[in-house]
């Protein structure tokens, strides 16, 4: 968690001084060598660490967290017409040079220097976690939906391979599963919500109700509070008032309740939710 923090901190820094003020030849460097230092210290830590599968994959989501310098920097509606297409290449761009440059650092021309670093923190390796169950998760979702669970589940899996012997896969138990489409589902409400905001007058009514029909099948998948909360956000976004205090009346009475095992918590963590403050919301809401 420091790490992410500290990336976090450098990212936004980088963005102030740099990335926003130079020119785009500087812009376009800095995106690049930042998303590909982000993922060679990546691979770094996985083989130094050797860690179970979970915590390989919340490794690589905090990696791609990090990879985004300018991640929550921002307002977006307080960016500036001229200054948007800056602002979603150092958004966009780095992180797709991140999940690329993960497989490419495992290219020969960074052997010879991932052996010398390795040849020193060897010594630190500890064993993998063998997971405990793998099992398919089956559910009707629509075509959007599946396509953006999929995209996860994919760059998850390949992720969770990177290091499997040759002929195997990695399994992972039912729940972390879950909460891996979960997640997904999630990402794809937000996404609703960022069309929402760029295209305010396109169907405003059938984005919200695709993003609260989303966002309910995630907590049936998975069930964290917070995103009963969520849910409760989009209705009020709707202007039902009525079923957003439900719904947050719903997510006190769940997370009054609520103990987070090892997956919870680890999904939790990737979400940056602030539970506190969440709940502080939510009873403010109900007065």
């Not at 009525?242 to 997370?255: D, P």
Request: charged fraction near 20%; hydrophobic fraction near 45%.
């Amino acid at each position: 968690m420091a790490s992410t923090w500290i990336g976090r901190k450098v990212g936004w820094a980088l963005s102030r001084s740099l990335l926003y003020t130079t020119s785009w030849a500087v812009c376009i460097f800095l995106c690049l060598a930042w998303a590909t230092g982000v993922a060679y210290a990546l691979r770094l830590f996985v083989l130094a660490t050797q860690p179970g599968l979970l915590l390989k994959l919340f490794g690589y989501g905090a990696g791609a967290y990090i990879s985004i310098p300018n991640y929550g920097l921002l307002d977006e509606s307080s960016i500036p017409e001229y200054g948007k297409l800056r602002h979603d290449f150092i958004k966009g761009v780095p992180m797709i040079v991140f999940n690329h440059g993960v497989r490419c650092v495992r290219l020969q021309c960074f052997q010879r220097l991932t052996g010398a670093i390795m040849s020193f923190l060897d010594k630190f390796t500890s064993k993998p976690q063998l997971p405990k169950s793998c099992s398919e998760v089956k559910s009707d979702f629509t075509q959007e939906e599946a396509e953006a669970i999929n995209r996860s589940l994919k760059m998850h899996a390949s992720i969770a391979n990177t290091d499997a012997p040759a002929g195997t896969e990695a399994c992972i138990p039912i729940k972390a599963k879950n909460a891996i489409i979960a997640q997904a589902l999630a990402q794809y409400v937000g996404d609703l919500m960022l069309g929402l905001q760029r295209h305010s007058n396109n169907q405003p009514a059938v984005l919200l109700d695709k993003a609260v029909k989303a966002q309910m099948k995630a907590y049936a998948i998975h069930n964290l509070p917070v995103y009963l909360f969520e849910v409760a956000r989009l209705f009020e976004r709707a202007g039902d008032v009525a079923k957003a205090k439900e719904f947050f009346r719903q997510f006190l009475t769940a997370q009054s309740t609520f103990q987070p095992d090892r997956i919870d918590t680890l999904f939790l963590k990737q979400t940056g939710f602030d539970i506190s403050s969440a709940i502080t919301a939510a009873k403010e809401k109900l007065r």
